[in-house]
């Protein structure tokens, strides 16, 4: 209270000299106007929270003018109309010129004047808040802080622009840390239910039973601990958008569910009869080749379809290496607000030795990189002794040409020779698939076959070691049985 102003609006001096004196108490800062004309004149110059304005004055504009006017100097201003002359057809004007409350001369009490106000304020305060955490969103997840300079990554931009707006469900496909849920986000930020909410779900970090209850909701008593009935996250998205992260990982017993709720805007909670509308936004994300999946028979096919309305590919971070210093930068200088040790620059050196990593883990293994280098960095600069040994071993090894493409049916073999004549995109791919294929086979003889180990000591997900086993065919017990074999001379 105290800085927030009120506008009061009215020809007859009785009724402001009234008002001022019961709203005096508040502590809010007063003003006042005797006739419309010079209300709108105050809004422009003054910017009240609220106005608060007969609604029939002499002579000229009346109130619902005086509304229809400041609404548009600013849309988030709080009006309440009173009269003596309360009708019907007034009080329903008033609403849909958007009227925040109607009041009747003579008031019943100060008090209902106070209320009121009270209310309106406080409505004007959380649009307010609203405001500045919508605008937080958009500085965060327009698309022009999505950092990407490739080509392949302002081909994406555009596509994302285009789809933006549309209403049908995205279906968006990359690799663990490539920023799906980033771009999820830009989509609903940019769309035209920007101002509705915007729920993620992670499919794969809950069980099926907790995982129905937490998308649909439940009535009370329709399991053990349902003591209360309690909405599910369908109910908090509607009007809004829903993602669905890691959507490979959703139970076949589930999908027919949500199935439905694509198909026909509605469901039941868990142990309720009641169909409940819902209007919703479908965007999934996944990491793993949903056909392969459906052919394993792990998801289904209908459901699929339903949400590959529009695919986004987003590229990993290998593909797209000139984007490394730009991302690098991005991350460092996202740091300096969050913390006292100022780390500015990336050595030409440590930068070399980023460009020639492989990212694994993509854009957020780079984070993380540059995360834990400025922690370790002694002076402004990163230097390449601050990186994590991981991205320096590698890089070394790049340097030194000592990589070698492994066979898992004879060991190890002579580096790749690659055909000079193929395209460079060619060229390119026949050396990654063979840096990825010896990569992960090593890893997983260090560790024994043990995936998750293999993972940690990359720095990336264990479902992207999955993915990269089918991608090569690869079966653990021949890697790990062959790495004993070549240890021992056999």
């Known amino acids: 209270m105290g800085t927030e102003k009120i506008l009061i609006v009215d020809d007859e001096e ?13 502590g809010y800062h007063l003003l006042t106007a005797t006739d419309g004309t010079e209300a709108i004149q105050r809004v422009k110059n003054d910017a009240p929270d609220l106005v608060l304005t007969d609604l029939r004055m002499k002579p000229g504009v009346d109130g619902i003018e005086v509304l229809k006017e400041v609404r548009g100097i600013d849309p988030d201003i709080v009006v309440i109309l009173c009269t003596a ?12 010129e958007g009227a925040f409350d109607y009041l009747s001369k003579p008031l019943e009490s100060s008090a209902q004047l ?20 919508r605008q937080q969103l958009e500085d965060r997840y327009g698309f022009e802080n999505i950092i990407g ?16 707006k549309s209403d049908a469900s995205v279906l968006i496909c990359g690799e663990s840390g490539t920023g799906k849920e980033l771009i999820a986000r830009s989509l609903h930020i940019n769309s035209l239910r920007a101002n509705g909410p915007f729920v993620p779900l992670d499919c794969a970090a809950l069980p099926q039973e907790l995982l129905e209850s937490e998308l649909f909701g439940h009535e009370k008593g329709a399991f053990t601990g349902a003591h209360a009935a309690k909405p599910g996250l369908f109910d ?21 569910k949500v199935l439905r709720v694509l198909q026909e805007r509605e469901f039941r909670r868990v142990g309720g009869r009641k169909q409940i509308q819902v209007n919703v936004r479908v ?17 289904r096919e209908d459901l699929y379809y339903r949400l590959n309305v529009i695919l986004l590919e987003l590229p990993p971070l290998r593909d797209r290496v000139g984007d490394v210093p730009l991302l690098a930068h991005h991350f460092l200088n996202r740091l300096q607000t969050t913390r006292e040790k100022k780390v500015s620059q990336i050595s030409e050196e440590a ?19 540059i995360e834990s280098a400025a922690t370790f960095a002694d002076r402004s600069e990163i230097q390449p002794s601050d990186l994590p040994a991981s991205i320096r071993e590698v890089a070394s090894k790049s340097d030194a040409g000592q990589m070698s493409v492994v066979n898992p049916e004879i060991g190890s073999a002579p580096a790749t020779v690659v055909d000079s004549s193929l395209p460079f995109k060619d060229a390119k791919e026949v050396l990654l698939e063979s840096f990825e294929k010896e990569y992960l086979i090593k890893r997983l003889r260090e560790h024994n ?33 062959r790495g004993s074999n070549t240890e021992r001379g056999t």
């Open 351 to 369: 930068m070399r030795l980023l460009v020639r990593y492989h990212w694994p883990g993509n854009a957020r293994e780079l984070q993380n990189a």
């Open 236 to 256: 908090t998205a509607d009007t809004g958008t829903i993602f669905f992260d890691e959507i490979g990982e959703m139970p076949m017993a589930l999908q027919p």
């Open 149 to 164: 300079a490739s080509p392949a990554m302002q081909k994406l931009f555009d596509r994302v622009r285009k789809i933006a």
């Open 449 to 481: 076959g043990n995936i998750s180990q293999a993972a940690i000591s990359a720095g990336i997900d264990r479902k992207t070691i999955h993915r990269l086993i089918r991608k090569y065919d690869l079966h653990i017990e021949q890697i790990t049985t």
């Open 114 to 133: 106070r209320y009121a106000v009270e209310r309106g304020l406080e409505r004007r305060r959380l649009l307010r808040e609203n405001r500045n955490l």
């Open 14 to 26: 009785d009724w402001l000299d009234n008002c001022v004196r019961i709203l005096r108490r508040g």
């Open 85 to 96: 002359y309360a009708t019907y057809q007034t009080a329903l004007e008033s609403g849909q």
């Open 283 to 299: 965007l999934a994300a996944t990491n793993r080749n949903l056909k392969t999946e459906i052919e394993d028979g792990n998801f």
